[in-house]
């Protein structure tokens, strides 16, 4: 069953618009019968018992002993990836952490903090409608007016998560994008792809965008991040995309609105109608068993049969930004991806000053060349008296070894964190001071 990031669970009215639930999700039982939709990457790992006790569950699958290197060499070995200076606080064990991959980095320097499996190609879902933003959102101004034909919302898959757009209809691309980042809807997806030359057309685009941003772990295959045989990215890539999104306002605008009121159709007497509708991120606006996250401004959830819950945000407190990316959660409790996002993220802003950064988030191919080929020039980094968390508990099977990036007589290689390039620290504008509800 394919339940979409709009629709995974109840939607809190207090203090906000009225809002509509735009088209509840609980569709699709195919996918999960169909062996040509669920990735390869997901049925590693099967194991059964003596038949005399039964089957058991399959197990969960294991991360690629290999993975790319891009943004650091320890960042391609399986498990955690932390250097804890003294002082340092712990990481959350595995039993908090469950997630099958996880990154948590400074979103304007890039260096990255800590990581789980950061480069394991697992399904998106719809945290891949960041690249689509970054790819499409400078093409149309926001103000543009569109038509929608019947044509435009044509090839969506089943149970997709909908925004509510209708055939014949006018929209603005403002309307567009925030029916995009609030609801996730693969209506306002398809009407853009179709504005920009057809689905076809802004797949490629958008495979072309992962190749200069350095996301050597992304396959596009849908524009939504919809399942589809094949589409993969990674926690890192997702960072990557949601890094070089937060450069452009419109963007940020879009990613951080709370709630917002919708176009609908023409009531009685020919006015256009409007109704509300809010944000899926539920570390932005809340849910019934889950708070706001304080100083988060962004950016994108997801939920699919193959891909469990992603998620991908960024937080400010102070002064100090950060990216958090969780890609399925082996627990799987309602809000699970955010509740370890929300550890994620109190760990890091108490954390970064006092940790060594396994790596960073490398700048695209226009700043520092292919990564996958010269994005990490090996440098010793020179520590003082550095403490690494002790190898953690190895029984979760989905993590790998829950081990550290080893220290070798006082110093560390470090790939690329302290490359040349000016580049490289990306400034960002104040994320949370007076964001305005709309």
Same mark, same amino acid.
């Given at each position: 069953m394919t339940f979409s990031a709009s629709t995974a669970v109840p939607t809190p009215t207090t203090g906000a618009a009225p809002v509509r639930t735009a088209f509840?999700?609980?569709?699709?039982?195919?996918?999960a019968s169909s062996a040509l939709l669920v990735s390869p990457l997901l049925l590693a790992g099967t194991a059964y018992a003596d038949p005399q006790d039964g089957p058991k569950p399959p197990a969960a699958p294991a991360p690629p002993a290999k993975m790319s290197q891009v943004g650091g060499k320890g960042l391609g070995a399986p498990g955690v990836q932390v250097r804890l200076k003294a002082g340092a606080p712990k990481l959350p064990g595995p039993d908090q952490l469950t997630a099958r991959s996880w990154i948590v980095a400074d979103a304007e320097s890039g260096k990255?903090?800590?990581?789980?499996? #950061?480069?394991?190609?697992? $399904? /998106?879902?719809?945290?891949?409608?960041?690249?689509?933003?970054?790819?499409?959102?400078?093409k149309f101004h926001k103000d543009q007016n569109y038509k929608v034909k019947p044509a435009d919302l044509a090839g969506m898959g089943e149970g997709s998560s909908l925004?509510?757009?209708?055939?014949?209809?006018?929209?603005?691309?403002?309307?567009?994008?925030?029916?995009?980042f609030l609801r996730s809807g693969n209506d306002a997806v398809h009407t853009l792809s179709a504005m920009n030359g057809g689905t076809k057309t802004t797949v490629a685009q958008m495979q072309q965008r992962a190749k200069e941003l350095n996301a050597t772990d992304t396959n596009v295959v849908t #524009?939504?991040?919809?399942? $589809? /045989?094949g589409q993969v990215s990674s926690a890192y890539d997702l960072s990557l995309f949601a890094r070089a999104g937060l450069q452009n306002a419109d963007f940020r605008e879009y990613c951080s609105t709370p709630t917002a009121q919708f176009p609908a159709e023409a009531g009685k007497?020919?006015?256009?109608k409007s109704f509300g509708i809010q944000n899926t991120n539920r570390l932005l606006v809340g849910d019934f068993d889950i708070k706001p996250y304080p100083g988060m401004a962004g950016v994108k959830n997801g939920s699919t049969t193959n891909a469990g819950a992603t998620f991908t945000g960024v937080a400010q407190r102070g002064d100090r930004k950060l990216l958090v990316t969780v890609m399925n959660p082996e627990k799987k409790e309602h809000n699970e991806a955010y509740r370890e996002a929300a550890k994620l993220?109190?760990?890091?802003?108490?954390?970064?000053?006092?940790?060594?950064?396994?790596?960073?988030?490398?700048?695209?191919?226009?700043?520092?060349g292919d990564a996958a080929k010269v994005g990490a020039d090996k440098k010793n980094v020179k520590g003082g008296q550095d403490h690494t968390q002790a190898a953690l508990d190895s029984s979760n099977g989905s993590g790998g070894a829950w081990t550290a990036v080893?220290?070798?007589?006082?110093?560390?290689v470090l790939l690329g964190i302290l490359a040349a390039g000016v580049h490289r620290h990306w400034p960002l504008p104040d994320l949370v001071r007076g964001r305005r509800r709309k």
């Open positions: 509840p999700v609980r569709t699709a039982a195919a996918l990255v903090l800590a990581a789980k499996n #950061p480069h394991w190609r697992l $399904a /998106p879902a719809s945290t891949l409608k960041m690249l689509f933003a970054d790819t499409l959102i400078p925004v509510g757009i209708k055939e014949n209809l006018t929209y603005s691309v403002h309307d567009l994008w925030l029916g995009v #524009p939504d991040g919809y399942d $589809a /045989p007497g020919g006015k256009r993220l109190d760990w890091g802003f108490t954390a970064a000053p006092k940790v060594e950064p396994v790596g960073r988030l490398v700048g695209p191919r226009s700043e520092e080893a220290l070798m007589g006082g110093a560390v």
